[in-house]
């Protein structure tokens, strides 16, 4: 598993909201959804980003842009136009004067705007949560990613703007799905071309890769530094020493976050037992795990399970 694959572990679509704005200029959109990721991709027409006391942002037809929440930020057909619909969290549309306008401006399966043929058309797809697993990956990426046609494969995102306005058996399905794929395609043309956090490339590394994977597929084998070196065979403190420097951390302190990770993951998305979450990720007893826990959360994972959210998490951890 790598760091892409790891971020498809957190920030899995499930149940994603994909739907397709068609909007008439003038137009604005202030976002509040408080989403963890939104993917925005511009079919027809342009807007403007604004996020901030950042400079405005321009989308051209067939640009993508990825945001990172939960900040707020605004869409619009031009930075001097005012918001006049605001979305807010579980993707209630709203006036600035608080009327839902959902039922409203319905133009159809996953369709909503203004004008049905309006000069702007954009398909977004949100996750509206992330896996606490995905956080170290989350944190690399800053506020806003705008991607130009050309630097990727945009062939996922075709089928994603084609299959959003279908309403076929499991489609809900295939939308998750493909969301996934597309946000993974951006991001990885993203790193190829942007400085990507040293941790990401350690993968490529022949030594400390193989560690990063024996590490991420087999948490709860009881590793040591002395059992991951011979693994990979090298020495003891070269690999601690090679681990350190690539990942910016020691390989246990790595495997401890790491561990914990899935734990608030299997917690929010399971009914196990927490001494079974406990074993399975690699800790000896339900006390054990919930001592380690509440160390690097600042709650039990009892208290996470009754809902605490992945924004708490990350802020604690």
Known sequence: ???????????????????????????SLRIQDEASLAVVSMVRGGAWIMMGENAPRQLCEGDVAIFRGPDY????????????IVIHPGNVTKTLDGEVLCETLSLGVRQWGTDADGATMMVTGTYETAGAASQRLLRALPPVIVLQRGDFDTRLLDILVDEAIKEEPAQGVVLD??????????????????????????YSDPLVGKALRLLQH????????ASLAEAVGVSRAALARRFTDLVGEPPMSFLTEWRLALAADLLAESDATIEAIARQVGYGSAFALSTAFKRHFGVSPRDHRQGATPAELSSAG
């Open 218 to 225: 087999n948490p709860a084998h009881g590793w040591t530094v």
């Open 1 to 27: 598993m790598d760091a892409l694959a790891s971020l498809l572990e957190g920030p899995r679509a499930r149940g994603a909201f994909v739907m397709c704005s068609l909007l008439k200029p003038p137009w």
């Open 177 to 202: 799905r493909l969301l996934d794929m597309v946000l993974i395609a951006a991001l990885r043309a993203w790193f190829a071309r942007n400085d990507a956090p040293a941790w990401y490339h350690a």
């Open 73 to 84: 930020y605004t869409l619009a057909d031009d930075p001097a136009t005012a918001p006049e």
